[in-house]
């Protein structure tokens, strides 16, 4: 079965300020060091899980951080590190998210050379005001470059990243950040609603007063205006953030919500293997101690690999139900199975069933309520398919 790779590159030119991803600044004088890592890591990783030589792969992710910040070369030695072991074919989905002030001509072109198909730059918005608020570096002229040079290298698979909610953003503002993004003529399109992480300089601004915090009626209204706007021109919701043109839905994303495998490099990675699912070091530096040859020269060992030991209070069979209501597949449910519960949901609008699949899906007033509804249809399924009433 084919499967997919994803690999963390965490260096910045500065920290946004809702980030809280596993991201350095100021810090390239390691990046030789970290792709050599991530190199060794992936050669040890196919040995490790017993990939056969010449597998199919099936989407490489570069994500981060800010992948395009470092050299292209270490983008080809890494796409290359994975030709010469495993099987990248035309149809192996490659996709580098980037940052739209960090794009040159010469990049794009480099990345069409390495085999990169598709990329995924952070937009987030078209209003400058709700920029600053979120700390961004770019400007709308900057992402407009970027689009020509991206074009302009034969790369024609493009998603653009959207962040919505902030306080200084109204519906009219939001709507035209979601017409700049058509306007783009991208082919994906990534919504996300802004998250207050406690810790990060936006977390601090809100707890000192300096800045406003998100609204949940906000939130709802913006997400369901990206639904009516983005469905009126040509893109299909596919997962509660993700919108796509046909045939362009992201096929890395897909693995992870279907419950695939993917193999993950570099810090702060996650990955899963046949069920198994496990993570790396998020710091940097203790990935380095690990992973490094100049740190680590003896023979590689799992015990870099930290691996879920399922401890919460959610399980995987329930995780792998959550993954995949959230997307438009939808999960599969005992229709010929009386259920209350499900029924009054698809009363009120929020679950839309499939009869000739036997599957539910989310409608997009479902999508606003995603959490409570997967814990109580995740019960409720477990009853149906245990028999106990």
């Not at 990783?45 to 910040?69: A, C, K, M, W, Y």
């Not at 990345?111 to 209003?127: E, L, P, T, W």
């Not at 023979?299 to 879920?308: M, P, Q």
């Not at 679950?351 to 606003?368: A, F, W």
Request: contains cysteine; hydrophobic residues 35%; aromatic residues 10%.
């Amino acid at each position: 079965m084919a499967f997919g790779i994803y690999v963390h590159i965490p260096f910045c030119s500065r920290r946004c300020d809702y980030c809280d991803f596993a991201t350095w600044v100021g810090r390239e004088d390691l990046v030789e060091e970290y792709v050599n890592s991530v190199v060794r890591q992936l050669n040890f990783q196919i040995e490790h899980f017993r990939i056969d030589q010449g597998s199919e792969v099936s989407s490489i992710f570069f994500g981060g951080g800010t992948p395009n910040l470092i050299e292209e070369k270490h983008i080809s030695d890494i796409i290359s590190a994975v030709a010469n072991e495993l099987s990248i074919s035309k149809q192996t989905e490659i996709t580098v998210e980037c940052n739209p002030d960090h794009v040159t001509q010469n990049q794009m072109d480099n990345y069409f050379r390495a085999g990169v198909n598709r990329i995924s730059m952070g937009v987030q918005s078209s209003d400058q005001n709700v920029l600053n608020y979120l700390g961004r570096e770019h400007d709308t002229e900057h992402v407009l470059q970027a689009r020509e040079y991206i074009s302009a290298s034969g790369i024609s698979n493009l998603n653009a990243d959207l962040i919505y909610g902030s306080p200084v953003e109204s519906l009219e503002s939001w709507n035209k950040s979601l017409e700049f993004l058509i306007s783009l003529d991208v082919n994906h399109i990534s919504a996300y609603a802004l998250g207050v992480e406690s810790g990060t300089p936006l977390g601090r601004s809100i707890s000192l007063g300096e800045k406003q915090t998100t609204d949940e009626d906000d939130l709802a209204n913006k997400y369901e205006l990206a639904e009516k706007i983005l469905s009126e021109n040509g893109f299909t919701w596919y997962e509660i953030s993700n919108w796509s043109q046909a045939g362009r839905q992201s096929v890395h994303n897909l693995t992870y919500w279907r419950g695939g495998n993917i193999i993950a490099l570099g810090c702060a990675a996650h990955g899963v293997h046949n069920d198994i699912r496990y993570s790396t070091p998020r710091n940097i530096e203790k990935y380095l101690e690990k992973v490094s040859q100049l740190r680590n020269p003896s023979k590689l060992n799992s015990d870099y690999l930290i691996k879920d030991k399922q401890n919460s209070s959610i399980g995987k069979s329930e995780e792998l139900f959550a993954l995949k209501l959230r997307t438009r597949d939808g999960v599969s449910w005992p229709l010929d199975k009386e259920s209350e519960l499900l029924k009054s949901y698809i009363e009120e609008n929020f679950v839309l069933e499939n009869i000739d699949n036997s599957t539910i899906y989310l409608d997009v007033k479902g999508r606003l309520m995603a959490n409570r509804i997967t814990i109580d249809l995740f019960e409720e399924y477990s009853k149906l398919i245990s028999g106990v009433q």
